[in-house]
């Protein structure tokens, strides 16, 4: 082996272990003791005879469970992604059980956002506030969230315009996946040419500018039909669709940052020695990619793309706010809020109800990533608290017997 | 080294002491330390981590005295405690560890200091040697500069003081042009030369505790014996007491004067050095001690034979060695004739000749061991043989096919006929993968076995490698090291090959696993009659397992022949260097050993 290779996996090698809190290797216990009575190289007592084995300690959390099982277990205990998680899943489930999806109707008594109702009570917010919180009794009332001025419902339309964005977040992410991943993982398994033209293609699609590129999407969607001369059924299932072309859009040239995270784990993974050893076992190309390697980047991948998808949530909010996405008649919650913020004096619930829900929408998912983040990485070790620790210390003080018992348990003799 | 070479002037103002010139003031808790005097008092030492909501015990009850100028060892295998033990005296257990109990350095309590107090004792008053120089030591700054660092942190110095003080070091332990090396980056430097370095910065604070945490396990043999030669002499220049912490009992033979044995984190058994290795009385020593491959075990009836005659062939200039002469009639399981294996160029890195004109032989059936220190190209020749590697020149055939120029889609069938183990189970099994699947992939892939079929190999491959059918489903982070090498026997195994390499396959595994592992891979070898290229880096290993050995250095062969003769009487030098070099778990073995390999060297010398 070349030095090269042995101080890379040293230094792999210290990683893991740090991340063990310096105990070895994670194995199992049990089975451990298990070898090494079927050796029978035992000649006296084997439980005086034999250790305890590598790894311990750690073998304890990790055993019998599966790496996505693990990853599960951290995600879980990561608080602020559960409530990413469940607040994500109450929003999506309020908005499509209003305003339906696809062609099925929801349950909200208005189904099209762009109808015009006559103007209630001036358009001010229906929903009242239960009495212990300062309100007049809780009531949802037709227009929860207020109507502007020509009578629009703002409720339909937030609700509406949250489908637009998580539709947009969804798409985005698959499409980065797709071409992310297969661009990463060509260019890293197969370096050398491939890898030089992928990559600089990379580079020139980074240059591309974000915004520029929204803009003249959004223009061209609206002037390329007419001046292709097509039919206005066209035209309309266009704009109806603009969401998906605008995501679709966004997914082209947002790419890259996994491509080169992709290439990156793929440059260092091709090296291990389980790629060898798949090789020699007589693995195609295809099979080491998919197979062996791709697995071993799902972390990588999955917290980037759903860090990824929180921004698209904003930008998308961005684009649509300068006029430069989604445009009438879909809605987004950007155009509300650039619709309405002339109105922000006389009727802020227009304004705030959009904004809500944005925050909401990003910091979710942000959570979600971040939960997901650390529970990939291994480095990121649980330290208890001061207060479980004592707790544990006065239990240990009060039944001694317990804690041999779990020692000779471990001990496993 | 002497007490008053260039005399700085702090230390013509001030006090100075000690086997270095010009130290700067010590904190008051600190006396001067004579030999024989009693540094460090532990008592009852426990260390505890706190793992899934439970409080679990790495060590308990250690209790122990080390005077100054001595060497305890603390034997175990990994697992067992010895390292978080010593650890817990500079208080760097990780986050969820905890010690308790009681361990003083001269009077001060060690166990619960923390903040600045704790910091003037590390470095200062006890310092440690990491097992793995390249990491500890930061590749972003100079060799040099890490110990000047160390200097002006714990002494109010000047710089270019600080610079001549480390020269100084650098002189005590041995590296060549100091000078230069001052201003060489860790890459620049070989292991043996990082390890020092290592050991200067250790040594620049006259510590009066020093912590060796495995110096030499990640080192070669040859390299290993220097460095534990150097750290025997330091022992006579310096008034430290040394704690050595290791798994292998060679070293403890030639260093230690008292043992600490550990096992499940409690200590089985404490004695002097004689005691441990004369007359072990747990039997857990005593496993320990039968577990270490004792180099010459193996060849002792064979060499009483005077009348052999010594047939091995040596390397005379610049000619390679010949082919090993051997029967017409059979077909050769492995065959180089005149090979040379090149590492492809990369980007502009040009192509790198690992191994030159290498002329090797391997008969079906047999076992043929190759050794070398690290970067002699033994693992080069494994891979080509495998076609990892592509072969440039001369010619490489397995069970009689030439693969030499063959393409990606004529190796497949080839595939078929070789199996290999690779040195670091960790890292051959996809972690992602359940270890069933790992074994039957080979099988997948060549017979096209699914389903039940697929299955019921797998399963009979575990018993064969004596792993409870149970394991199919677990993940390789799920196993002990010893574990994932029998899964990667297994799997080398799984499609009957005809040709085994074996590269390293139990050097990364402590030695009660290693022998486990090599008795298994004994056992196989008998059953299924495979041959073998054995690499390893340890010749007692080798010894053990192989009929013939091939030596190696930088890339050429320099000796083939019957093991007994390589053994007993090897002719070339280098291979009764690296002979010389092989510690013995044996103390009084080992003294004399050392002394044949300083008269061996001095011959080279002179």
Same mark, same amino acid.
């Given at each position: 082996?070349?030095?090269?290779?042995?101080?890379?996996?040293?230094?792999?090698?210290?990683?893991?272990?740090?991340?063990?809190?310096?105990?070895?290797?994670?194995?199992?216990?049990?089975?451990?003791?298990?070898?090494?009575?079927?050796?029978?190289?035992?000649?006296?007592?084997?439980?005086?005879?034999?250790?305890?084995?590598?790894?311990?300690?750690?073998?304890?959390?990790?055993?019998?469970?599966?790496?996505?099982?693990?990853?599960?277990?951290?995600?879980?205990?990561?608080?602020?992604?559960?409530?990413?998680?469940?607040?994500?899943?109450?929003?999506?489930?309020?908005?499509?059980?209003?305003?339906?999806?696809?062609?099925?109707?929801?349950?909200?008594?208005?189904?099209?956002?762009?109808?015009?109702?006559?103007?209630?009570?001036?358009?001010?917010?229906?929903?009242?506030?239960?009495?212990?919180?300062?309100?007049?009794?809780?009531?949802?009332?037709?227009?929860?969230?207020?109507?502007?001025?020509?009578?629009?419902?703002?409720?339909?339309?937030?609700?509406?315009?949250?489908?637009?964005?998580?539709?947009?977040?969804?798409?985005?992410?698959?499409?980065?996946?797709?071409?992310?991943?297969?661009?990463?993982?060509?260019?890293?398994?197969?370096?050398?040419?491939?890898?030089?033209?992928?990559?600089?293609?990379?580079?020139?699609?980074?240059?591309?500018?974000?915004?520029?590129?929204?803009?003249?999407?959004?223009?061209?969607?609206?002037?390329?039909?007419?001046?292709?001369?097509?039919?206005?059924?066209?035209?309309?299932?266009?704009?109806?669709?603009?969401?998906?072309?605008?995501?679709?859009?966004?997914?082209?040239?947002?790419?890259?940052?996994?491509?080169?995270?992709?290439?990156?784990?793929?440059?260092?993974?091709?090296?291990?020695?389980?790629?060898?050893?798949?090789?020699?076992?007589?693995?195609?190309?295809?099979?080491?990619?998919?197979?062996?390697?791709?697995?071993?980047?799902?972390?990588?991948?999955?917290?980037?793309?759903?860090?990824?998808?929180?921004?698209?949530?904003?930008?998308?909010?961005?684009?649509?706010?300068?006029?430069?996405?989604?445009?009438?008649?879909?809605?987004?919650?950007?155009?509300?809020?650039?619709?309405?913020?002339?109105?922000?004096?006389?009727?802020?619930?227009?304004?705030?109800?959009?904004?809500?829900?944005?925050?909401?929408?990003?910091?979710?998912?942000?959570?979600?990533?971040?939960?997901?983040?650390?529970?990939?990485?291994?480095?990121?070790?649980?330290?208890?608290?001061?207060?479980?620790?004592?707790?544990?210390?006065?239990?240990?003080?009060?039944?001694?017997?317990?804690?041999?018992?779990?020692?000779?348990?471990?001990?496993?003799? | 080294?002497?007490?008053?070479?260039?005399?700085?002037?702090?230390?013509?103002?001030?006090?100075?002491?000690?086997?270095?010139?010009?130290?700067?003031?010590?904190?008051?808790?600190?006396?001067?330390?004579?030999?024989?005097?009693?540094?460090?008092?532990?008592?009852?030492?426990?260390?505890?981590?706190?793992?899934?909501?439970?409080?679990?015990?790495?060590?308990?009850?250690?209790?122990?005295?080390?005077?100054?100028?001595?060497?305890?060892?603390?034997?175990?295998?990994?697992?067992?405690?010895?390292?978080?033990?010593?650890?817990?005296?500079?208080?760097?257990?990780?986050?969820?560890?905890?010690?308790?109990?009681?361990?003083?350095?001269?009077?001060?309590?060690?166990?619960?200091?923390?903040?600045?107090?704790?910091?003037?004792?590390?470095?200062?008053?006890?310092?440690?040697?990491?097992?793995?120089?390249?990491?500890?030591?930061?590749?972003?700054?100079?060799?040099?500069?890490?110990?000047?660092?160390?200097?002006?942190?714990?002494?109010?110095?000047?710089?270019?003081?600080?610079?001549?003080?480390?020269?100084?070091?650098?002189?005590?332990?041995?590296?060549?042009?100091?000078?230069?090396?001052?201003?060489?980056?860790?890459?620049?430097?070989?292991?043996?030369?990082?390890?020092?370095?290592?050991?200067?910065?250790?040594?620049?604070?006259?510590?009066?505790?020093?912590?060796?945490?495995?110096?030499?396990?990640?080192?070669?043999?040859?390299?290993?014996?220097?460095?534990?030669?150097?750290?025997?002499?330091?022992?006579?220049?310096?008034?430290?007491?040394?704690?050595?912490?290791?798994?292998?009992?060679?070293?403890?033979?030639?260093?230690?004067?008292?043992?600490?044995?550990?096992?499940?984190?409690?200590?089985?058994?404490?004695?002097?050095?004689?005691?441990?290795?004369?007359?072990?009385?747990?039997?857990?020593?005593?496993?320990?001690?039968?577990?270490?491959?004792?180099?010459?075990?193996?060849?002792?009836?064979?060499?009483?034979?005077?009348?052999?005659?010594? *047939?091995?062939?040596?390397?005379? =200039?610049? %000619?390679? $060695?010949? @082919?090993? &002469?051997?029967? +017409? #009639?059979?077909?050769?399981?492995?065959?180089?004739?005149?090979?040379?294996?090149?590492?492809?160029?990369?980007?502009?890195?040009?192509?790198?000749?690992?191994?030159?004109?290498?002329?090797?032989?391997?008969?079906?059936?047999?076992?043929?061991?190759?050794?070398?220190?690290?970067? *002699?190209?033994?693992?080069?020749? =494994?891979? %080509?043989? $495998?076609? @990892?590697? &592509?072969?440039? +020149? #001369?010619?490489?055939?397995?069970?009689?096919?030439?693969?030499?120029?063959?393409?990606?889609?004529?190796?497949?069938?080839?595939?078929?006929?070789?199996?290999?183990?690779?040195?670091?189970?960790?890292?051959?099994?996809?972690?992602?993968?359940?270890?069933?699947?790992?074994?039957?992939?080979?099988?997948?892939?060549?017979?096209?076995?699914?389903?039940?079929?697929?299955?019921?190999?797998?399963?009979?491959?575990?018993?064969?490698?004596?792993?409870?059918?149970?394991?199919?489903?677990?993940?390789?982070?799920?196993?002990?090291?010893?574990?994932?090498?029998?899964?990667?026997?297994?799997?080398?195994?799984?499609?009957?090959?005809?040709?085994?390499?074996?590269?390293?396959?139990?050097?990364?595994?402590?030695?009660?696993?290693?022998?486990?592992?090599?008795?298994?891979?004994?056992?196989?070898?008998?059953?299924?009659?495979?041959?073998?290229?054995?690499?390893?880096?340890?010749?007692?290993?080798?010894?053990?397992?192989?009929?013939?050995?091939?030596?190696?250095?930088?890339?050429?062969?320099?000796?083939?022949?019957?093991?007994?003769?390589?053994?007993?009487?090897?002719?070339?030098?280098?291979?009764?260097?690296?002979?010389?070099?092989?510690?013995?778990?044996?103390?009084?073995?080992?003294?004399?050993?050392?002394?044949?390999?300083?008269?061996?060297?001095?011959?080279?010398?002179?």
């Amino acid at each position: 082996m070349s030095n090269n290779d042995n101080e890379q996996f040293d230094l792999n090698e210290l990683e893991d272990r740090r991340g063990q809190g310096g105990l070895g290797d994670s194995t199992v216990q049990g089975t451990t003791e298990a070898a090494d009575a079927i050796d029978g190289h035992l000649e006296h007592d084997p439980a005086e005879a034999v250790g305890r084995g590598e790894g311990v300690g750690e073998a304890i959390e990790v055993e019998g469970l599966s790496q996505g099982k693990i990853v599960l277990r951290r995600f879980v205990r990561h608080i602020g992604a559960l409530f990413g998680l469940a607040t994500i899943i109450i929003i999506a489930l309020l908005s499509f059980l209003t305003m339906g999806i696809g062609g099925i109707d929801g349950l909200w008594h208005v189904q099209d956002p762009n109808s015009t109702p006559p103007v209630v009570n001036g358009g001010r917010p229906t929903l009242g506030l239960p009495t212990w919180l300062g309100g007049d009794g809780f009531q949802i009332g037709p227009y929860p969230f207020g109507q502007n001025t020509i009578g629009n419902d703002n409720f339909a339309q937030v609700m509406t315009g949250i489908q637009t964005s998580l539709i947009v977040m969804f798409v985005l992410g698959v499409v980065v996946l797709l071409i992310g991943t297969t661009i990463g993982s060509l260019s890293g398994y197969y370096r050398g040419k491939l890898d030089n033209v992928l990559m600089r293609f990379t580079d020139l699609v980074i240059t591309l500018p974000v915004i520029v590129l929204g803009a003249v999407l959004g223009k061209m969607i609206y002037t390329l039909p007419t001046k292709w001369g097509w039919s206005d059924e066209t035209k309309a299932l266009i704009q109806r669709w603009m969401p998906v072309e605008l995501a679709l859009a966004l997914g082209l040239i947002l790419w890259p940052g996994l491509a080169r995270l992709v290439r990156s784990e793929f440059l260092s993974l091709r090296e291990r020695e389980f790629v060898d050893s798949a090789r020699v076992a007589g693995a195609t190309n295809f099979r080491i990619i998919t197979k062996h390697i791709l697995p071993n980047t799902m972390g990588v991948i999955v917290v980037n793309i759903t860090l990824l998808m929180s921004a698209s949530v904003v930008l998308e909010t961005a684009l649509s706010f300068l006029g430069f996405g989604i445009n009438y008649p879909s809605i987004s919650l950007g155009g509300l809020i650039s619709a309405n913020q002339s109105a922000f004096d006389t009727r802020p619930w227009l304004f705030w109800w959009p904004g809500i829900f944005i925050i909401l929408l990003a910091l979710s998912v942000n959570f979600i990533g971040d939960g997901l983040r650390d529970a990939f990485d291994p480095r990121t070790k649980r330290v208890p608290s001061q207060r479980k620790l004592d707790r544990a210390a006065h239990r240990a003080h009060m039944d001694t017997r317990t804690t041999t018992a779990t020692a000779s348990g471990l001990g496993g003799n | 080294m002497t007490t008053e070479t260039p005399t700085s002037p702090e230390s013509a103002s001030g006090e100075h002491r000690g086997w270095l010139s010009g130290r700067g003031e010590k904190t008051a808790a600190n006396t001067e330390v004579r030999k024989g005097d009693v540094i460090l008092d532990v008592d009852d030492l426990a260390v505890n981590f706190w793992v899934g909501g439970d409080w679990f015990n790495a060590a308990t009850g250690l209790t122990y005295q080390l005077k100054a100028g001595e060497v305890l060892a603390i034997v175990g295998e990994s697992g067992s405690g010895k390292t978080q033990s010593a650890m817990s005296l500079i208080g760097l257990l990780p986050p969820n560890g905890r010690a308790s109990g009681s361990a003083k350095l001269k009077g001060t309590e060690l166990i619960g200091l923390t903040g600045a107090p704790m910091r003037r004792i590390r470095g200062n008053e006890i310092a440690v040697i990491f097992q793995e120089p390249m990491t500890a030591l930061n590749p972003l700054y100079t060799c040099g500069f890490q110990i000047v660092e160390t200097l002006r942190t714990h002494f109010i110095m000047g710089p270019k003081e600080a610079k001549a003080r480390a020269l100084e070091l650098m002189r005590l332990v041995e590296i060549p042009e100091p000078e230069v090396r001052f201003n060489s980056y860790p890459h620049q430097l070989s292991g043996g030369q990082r390890q020092r370095i290592m050991i200067a910065q250790a040594l620049s604070c006259e510590p009066k505790l020093l912590i060796a945490d495995e110096p030499t396990t990640a080192l070669d043999v040859t390299v290993q014996a220097e460095i534990l030669k150097l750290m025997r002499d330091l022992r006579e220049r310096v008034d430290a007491g040394i704690i050595l912490i290791t798994h292998d009992m060679g070293v403890v033979a030639d260093m230690a004067d008292r043992i600490i044995v550990m096992r499940n984190g409690q200590v089985v058994e404490h004695g002097t050095s004689n005691d441990i290795f004369n007359n072990p009385t747990h039997p857990y020593t005593k496993q320990l001690l039968a577990a270490v491959p004792h180099l010459g075990a193996h060849t002792s009836e064979a060499a009483e034979d005077s009348t052999r005659r010594v *047939s091995t062939l040596v390397r005379e =200039g610049d %000619a390679p $060695v010949p @082919l090993t &002469p051997g029967n +017409e #009639g059979v077909v050769p399981a492995l065959l180089m004739e005149e090979a040379s294996i090149e590492y492809p160029k990369q980007g502009r890195k040009p192509a790198f000749r690992a191994a030159h004109k290498v002329n090797l032989r391997i008969d079906p059936g047999e076992v043929v061991g190759l050794v070398g220190e690290s970067g *002699s190209g033994k693992t080069t020749i =494994g891979r %080509a043989a $495998v076609a @990892l590697l &592509p072969v440039v +020149e #001369g010619k490489l055939s397995v069970a009689g096919r030439d693969i030499t120029d063959a393409k990606h889609r004529d190796l497949l069938p080839f595939r078929k006929e070789v199996g290999i183990v690779f040195q670091d189970p960790g890292s051959s099994l996809n972690p992602r993968l359940p270890v069933g699947e790992s074994i039957g992939e080979p099988l997948y892939l060549h017979q096209k076995l699914r389903g039940k079929e697929l299955s019921n190999r797998v399963e009979a491959l575990l018993d064969s490698v004596q792993l409870p059918r149970s394991m199919r489903n677990r993940y390789p982070h799920e196993l002990s090291g010893g574990q994932r090498q029998r899964i990667g026997i297994a799997r080398a195994l799984s499609l009957q090959p005809k040709l085994l390499i074996a590269d390293e396959p139990t050097s990364a595994l402590d030695v009660s696993v290693q022998a486990q592992v090599l008795k298994l891979f004994q056992n196989l070898q008998e059953e299924y009659g495979f041959a073998c290229l054995f690499i390893s880096h340890d010749l007692a290993v080798v010894e053990m397992l192989s009929e013939r050995i091939a030596v190696m250095r930088n890339g050429h062969l320099v000796e083939v022949g019957d093991t007994v003769d390589i053994v007993r009487n090897p002719q070339h030098e280098y291979t009764q260097r690296l002979l010389a070099a092989v510690p013995v778990p044996d103390p009084d073995e080992q003294r004399k050993r050392r002394e044949l390999r300083d008269a061996i060297l001095a011959d080279v010398v002179s």
